[in-house]
């Protein structure tokens, strides 16, 4: 059963984005699954340390596989944390604070359109 206030759909690779987070720049970064509000993202283990304090991601930029890039204003809402000294990854759950109309109308189409029935 959906827990989420607003619906999502799971991704494998349709999606990337971008963003500078604490004076970092994240790049390639994988969307795992997506909604209009918000999205979660893999990051690699390291990157635990700038997710602290629920921080705003600076000059965010989603990507969407057919070329369409979208510029955001997003925040980390939660963020996973190792399970294990083997882990490599953890997950952060983005939440979006401006989306632009054309954005969040494609997100939503695609999320209605792979969304199982």
């Known amino acids: 059963m959906e827990k989420r206030k607003h619906s999502r759909t799971s ?8 963003f500078n987070l604490g004076g970092k720049d994240f790049n ?5 699954n997506i909604g209009t509000h918000g999205c979660c993202v893999k990051l690699p283990i390291g990157s635990a340390q700038y997710l602290k304090g629920k921080p705003v991601l600076e000059n ?3 990507f969407h596989s ?3 890039k979208y510029s955001l204003k997003g925040k980390v809402a939660w963020h996973g944390e190792a399970s294990g000294p083997k882990d490599q990854w953890i997950t952060a759950g983005v939440e979006f604070l ?6 969040e109308r494609e997100i939503s189409e695609y999320v209605i359109a792979t969304v199982p029935k």
Not at 11 to 18: A, G, I, R
Not at 28 to 32: A, E, H, M, T
Not at 98 to 103: G, K, L, N, Q, S
């Open 11 to 18: 991704l494998v690779s349709d999606y990337t984005t971008q």
């Open 66 to 68: 057919d070329a369409k």
């Open 98 to 103: 401006e989306t632009p109309v054309d954005c």
């Open 60 to 62: 965010m930029i989603l």
């Open 28 to 32: 390639r970064i994988q969307v795992s």
